[in-house]
């Protein structure tokens, strides 16, 4: 052999005399010129046979049928029988375990020269294949056969475990691979059309994750077909079949019913039926056929209804018990399944309590409620793990007696609100109360329920509106069980008492109120205040009520500065009425700025007429002419007819005139009448001024 690596091979001539180096030299020769040759002109990977499949003994194995496959390096490995490959053992962990087979060579037949040991040696040099099993992935040479995903904990290998899409496919280089026939092509992208499209309908009407999966491979299977070779046709079913076995496994999980129906049966065969052709080998065309066949059950799986059965609770119910609690029968006959389905579970539910109540196989059951009102939920399963939408009932558990006997006090005034006692029995069951006048609820009359009530006694607060219409009423006692009843009568406002006013004279004031209070009784619900002269109400004072209670009320007065003064009587208005004044409680408006003004030069006059020359008799008169007007002018309505006022006023003005007049003709010009003179004048001008603004 040369050194620099060139090929050499033996030469054989007369007389040559060989020896072992000469013949491992010519075996070299062949092997290396053989493995330059595969490496040259061929792809590594499997060549012929070399399936995985789960071995028949189940467990941790696997079974490696008989092959040929070629490495990196051009080795031909050969494996002459199906071979069992074991695992590692489980693991609580998920885990990926690599079937790799590698070419390996022994010396073997092993010849020994007892006589002379140098002459002693192997006669066989022999090839054979390893196979292995482990979670490290093919490194150097070695050639791998298949992927196996294991779960936590898993025990045996399923079809849908292992994974061949990663593997190589031994091939000629520079020449082209052989492809599908033109037949099988078009056979092939029709059927995945069709798988496509079923798988989609099966995902509209049971979704799970694989079945998006499924149609995914589908699709790349069909627009990969016209590149495939015929090995990896049967790659790709395989992976295929697997996603469609874990649709099965996830509708069966997520869709418990559907396991029960004749179409999900027939989708599983299909599945099993294409795995085990996989598994056997079988032709393309038996291997489409048996995809046809699954293509074919989703399509049917797709159209399942499931129809689920119908829970009847029965009616509602009220039973009636003097004990805390009471045995009830519920009936769930009414109930019904499908055709051909039956009902084999009662599951009643306490949705008051927020619990399970019952579970029973037969319709009709015993439970025992406490007092109260119980909704309970009623869902019921057929044969098939289809459930019903739940029905409901109200089982109402009622004291035998629920009443209300009497009301204390029976009867309250419009606008009073005060504190009552119901006596009955079971009280504490009252959760509000309704008041009715004749069949229409009435909302002027408000009954609230007070703490501490017990089984005979019901405090309550009664509100009377003000404009509550008079008469009876209806107290309808609220409680979960029963409407007993108690009645009430509303009443009059008590009439007001006046008794007295403070202060009891005033002076007018325009511009600033005077305060006043007017003392009494039931002078809570006072509406208005009004001041009569002479009995009429005198508009010349207007009353607004500050504040009122029961025993008086606090008044604002605005009194015009030309109110007449003197004594008034005054009136309150209630709901109940309208009370006067008694007449010894009056209100008296002293004279103003003006009329006092007017009165007192008035009297100032007729003073120094009387006395200045007397016992002159006309001197007297006109004195006394001028008291009697100024009497007539302010004195009590009562004394004189209101209506002759203004007269007065402008006699008084005409009066103070001629006396002035004849003053200037015959009068003495003394410093007296001077000023009495002036006094008159100025009289005469207040009167104008307030006959104006009268």
């Known amino acids: 052999m040369s050194n620099n690596g060139e090929l050499e091979r033996l030469n054989f001539f007369p007389g040559f005399f060989t020896t072992a180096d000469d013949w491992t030299a010519e075996q070299k020769y062949h092997l290396r010129k053989w493995k330059l040759h595969n490496r040259s002109f061929h792809t590594p990977g499997i060549a012929d046979g070399l399936e995985v499949t789960p071995h028949p003994d189940g467990g941790l194995n696997v079974l490696v049928t008989a092959g040929v496959a070629l490495d990196k390096e051009g080795n031909l490995i050969y494996l002459p029988k199906n071979t069992k490959v074991s695992l590692e053992p489980p693991s609580n962990v998920k885990r990926v375990a690599y079937v790799l087979i590698e070419f390996d060579e022994i010396l073997d037949d092993y010849v020994a020269n007892i006589q002379d040991p140098d002459y002693s040696g192997h006669t066989r040099m022999a090839e054979r294949s390893a196979l292995q099993a482990t979670e490290a992935g093919p490194t150097g040479k070695k050639v791998e056969l298949a992927r196996i995903t294991l779960e936590a904990n898993a025990l045996t290998v399923n079809p849908q475990d292992i994974d061949r899409s990663h593997v190589d496919y031994a091939g000629s280089i520079g020449v082209a691979p052989p492809r599908l026939p033109a037949e099988l092509q078009t056979r092939i992208s029709s059927l995945m059309r069709a798988t496509r499209e079923n798988f989609a309908k099966v995902a509209v009407r049971f979704p799970s994750p694989s079945v998006g999966d499924v149609r995914t491979a589908a699709l790349q299977l069909q627009l990969a077909v016209a590149i495939l070779q015929p090995a990896q046709l049967r790659g790709l079913l395989q992976a295929i079949a697997n996603v469609q076995l874990d649709v099965q496994h996830e509708l069966a999980q997520a869709y418990p019913p559907l396991v029960f129906q004749p179409e999900f049966r027939a989708y599983q065969d299909a599945v099993a039926g294409l795995l085990e052709a996989l598994r056997a080998g079988r032709e393309p065309d038996v291997l489409l056929n048996h995809v046809e066949q699954v293509s074919l059950a989703a399509l049917q799986l797709a159209e399942v209804t499931l129809q689920p059965p119908v829970a009847d609770a029965g009616p509602d119910q009220t039973v009636l018990t003097l004990e805390p609690e009471i045995e009830v029968t519920l009936d769930a006959s009414g109930s019904r399944a499908a055709d051909g389905h ?11 309590a927020r619990r399970p109540l019952v579970e029973s196989a037969d319709p009709v059951v015993k439970v025992t409620l406490p007092l109260g009102v119980h909704l309970l939920r009623l869902v019921v399963e057929d044969n098939t793990k289809l459930r019903s939408e739940p029905d409901t009932v109200v089982i109402t558990v009622a004291p035998s007696q629920i009443a209300g006997h009497s009301i204390n006090p029976n009867e309250g005034r419009r606008g009073a609100t005060f504190e009552a006692v119901i006596f009955g029995v079971n009280l504490h069951y009252v959760s509000a109360i309704k008041v009715y006048a004749g069949p229409e609820e009435d909302t002027r009359v408000k009954v609230t329920i007070q703490s501490g009530a017990t089984s005979e006694q019901l405090p309550v607060l009664v509100a009377v509106g003000a404009h509550a219409a008079l008469g009876p009423r209806t107290f309808e006692l609220v409680t979960p069980y029963s409407r007993p009843v108690v009645t009430f009568t509303v009443v009059a406002h008590e009439a007001p008492v006046i008794l007295g006013i403070e202060p009891a004279a005033v002076a007018p004031s325009p511009i600033h109120p005077i305060p006043v209070r007017i003392e009494g009784e039931a002078l809570e619900q006072a509406r208005k205040v009004t001041f009569l002269l002479d009995d009429v109400e005198d508009a010349s004072i207007h009353a607004i009520i500050r504040r009122a209670n029961a025993e008086y009320m606090d008044v604002d007065l605005t009194i015009s500065a030309n109110a007449p003064f003197g004594r008034r009587r005054f009136s309150v208005t209630t709901p109940a009425g309208t009370t006067e004044s008694p007449p010894n409680v ?19 006059t007729a003073l120094i007429h009387i006395f200045l020359n007397f016992p002159n008799p006309l001197f007297i008169l006109n004195g006394l002419g001028y008291l009697a007007l100024l009497a007539g002018l302010y004195a009590p309505s ?18 103070a005139l001629v006396t002035i007049v004849a003053w200037l003709a015959m009068g003495d010009r003394s410093g007296l009448a001077y000023v009495t003179k002036a006094v008159e004048a100025l009289l005469v001008l207040l009167l104008v001024v307030e006959s104006r603004r009268r």
């Open 586 to 604: 009056t209100l008296t408006v002293l004279p103003g700025y003006l009329s006092g003004a007017i009165v007192a030069l008035t009297v100032l």
């Open 342 to 352: 039956q009902i084999v579970r009662y599951i009643w539910e306490n949705v008051s």
């Open 638 to 655: 009562r004394w004189l007819f209101t209506g002759l006022r203004p007269i007065l006023r402008w006699v008084l003005v005409f009066y």
